[in-house]
């Protein structure tokens, strides 16, 4: 098994249970696919686009629930992350973390690896 990370507004996630499915924030809309990152890329991701921003939650998914949608593609220095090409049914989420401000700031994504 191996699982993959969201970040997200922990209203984002709620709205997102409300209709049964996470059709992506703006900036995934707008690139045509659902960012997820690795356990040991979240942390980065939650530094570089998420600091400052408060209640804050990470959606834990399994990479087999998602199938062919799932495609790992280079992205920061080339690393490969993996990205959702369909909407991300929120019944996968196996589970809802988190992501409390750091005094940095930055959110602080605490994944048991």
């Known amino acids: ?5 969201k ?3 922990r209203g984002a996630w709620q ?14 809309r ?5 960012h ?5 890329q979240a942390q980065e991701t939650a530094r570089r686009h998420f600091a400052g ?7 834990v998914v399994e990479t087999q629930d998602l199938g062919s949608a799932l495609r790992w593609e280079p992205s920061r220095g080339g690393e490969l992350f993996p990205h959702l ?3 991300l049914e929120t019944a996968l989420a196996r ?3 988190e992501a409390p401000l750091g005094a940095d700031g930055v959110p602080h994504i605490k994944i048991d690896r």
Do not use: K, N
């Open 36 to 40: 997820f990152s690795t356990a040991a």
């Open 85 to 87: 090409y369909a909407h």
């Open 95 to 97: 589970a809802v973390i």
């Open 30 to 34: 707008q690139d045509g696919f659902i």
């Open 53 to 59: 921003q408060e209640d804050l939650v990470v959606v």
């Open 1 to 5: 098994m191996s699982r993959i990370y």
């Open 15 to 28: 709205a997102a249970q409300s209709q049964g499915r996470f059709d992506g924030s703006a900036v995934d």
């Open 7 to 9: 970040i997200l507004p």
